[in-house]
Structure formats: structure tokens, C-alpha cells
């Protein structure tokens, strides 16, 4: 069973080849294009991060955060669209490298303002030079135009998400 199987991903990866990525497309739906795509920029991330012992979440959260005053604690997840309790993990770790330090928020009492270290702004240096070299890489790639229409469908995609106007 298993090498018929084999030799069935064999004929179709074969058949792919040939006939190109406009018919796999076609085969998938929008959602599973998206998730592909995404997996793959997360696993690039990763593997750039993990160089430098860290993780596209942690230097997601180094991006977001104020470089000269800092961000309280409460407006960090909101901003990232991750839900509390994963970026409690993610901050925790972050403290632990000592990238991070977190400080009464003289504004509001009861938060936290979330401050960068002096190795932590030495991070978000390198997270801020990675996402602009892909994003330079795919400028070159791709025109302006197609760049303008894709940015334009997926702004209107997370519209009608967080409108709730698909389910």
C-alpha cells in the first residue's frame, strides 16, 4: 500500500512539473493558499530568528513595542492580534533573555509599560532588517501593481473577517 502511495505522490508531484502552479491553485482553496504561505513565511522567520536564539514571535513583539518609551503590556496583544495568555509566554521569555524589562506605567497605575533593553533594541534591529529585506526582496520580484492588488484583496479579506460578514 505504502508504495503505491509513494509512487501516486511520485506521478502527481510529476504532473505538477508539467503543467504548473496554476493548476495546483486551482485545486486549493483561498484558505489553504493562505495558511501555506503563512506556514512558510513563519518557518523563514523562525530559521532567521533562531540564529540569534530567538523566535518570529519574539521578534514580532520586539517590532511592536515603543523603542524610546515603551508600550503597555495591555495594548501589546490587541496590536499583534494574539490572545493574552500567549504573549504572557512570549513575554516571560522575552524577560528571561533579557531582552525586555517591565516598568509601572506612570499613565495608568494599574499596567505595566513594556521597555526594551539595551540588547532588546539590538534585536528589534535585526527583526526590523529581516522583514525589510523580504519585503525588498518582493518588491523586486513583483510589480507594483500586482503588490497594490494583492495588498488591496487581503485588506479587504480581513475586513469582511473582522466584520463577522462570512459566518
Request: aromatic share 8%.
Amino acid at each position: 500500500m505504502n508504495s503505491l502511495l509513494c509512487t501516486h505522490n511520485k506521478f502527481l508531484y510529476f504532473w505538477l512539473q508539467i503543467y504548473g502552479t496554476e493548476i495546483m491553485l486551482r485545486d486549493k482553496t483561498i484558505d489553504q493558499v493562505i495558511r501555506e504561505l503563512w506556514m512558510s513565511i513563519a518557518k523563514m522567520y523562525n530559521e532567521q530568528a533562531a540564529q540569534y536564539g530567538g523566535t518570529m514571535a519574539i521578534g514580532y513583539v520586539l517590532l511592536k513595542i515603543d523603542p524610546q518609551v515603551g508600550t503597555p503590556s495591555t495594548a501589546l496583544a490587541p496590536m499583534m492580534g494574539m490572545e493574552a495568555t500567549s504573549l504572557s509566554r512570549t513575554l516571560k521569555k522575552m524577560e528571561e533573555k533579557k531582552l525586555i524589562y517591565r516598568e509601572p506605567n506612570p499613565a495608568d497605575g494599574r499596567s505595566v509599560l513594556i521597555k526594551l533593553t539595551e540588547y532588546g533594541t539590538e534585536m528589534r534591529e535585526r527583526s526590523k532588517e529581516t522583514v525589510l529585506h523580504f519585503n525588498n526582496v518582493l518588491k523586486k520580484k513583483f510589480s507594483t501593481s500586482d503588490l497594490s492588488t494583492f495588498m488591496k484583496v487581503a485588506g479587504q479579506m480581513l475586513e469582511l473577517l473582522n466584520n463577522k460578514e462570512i459566518f
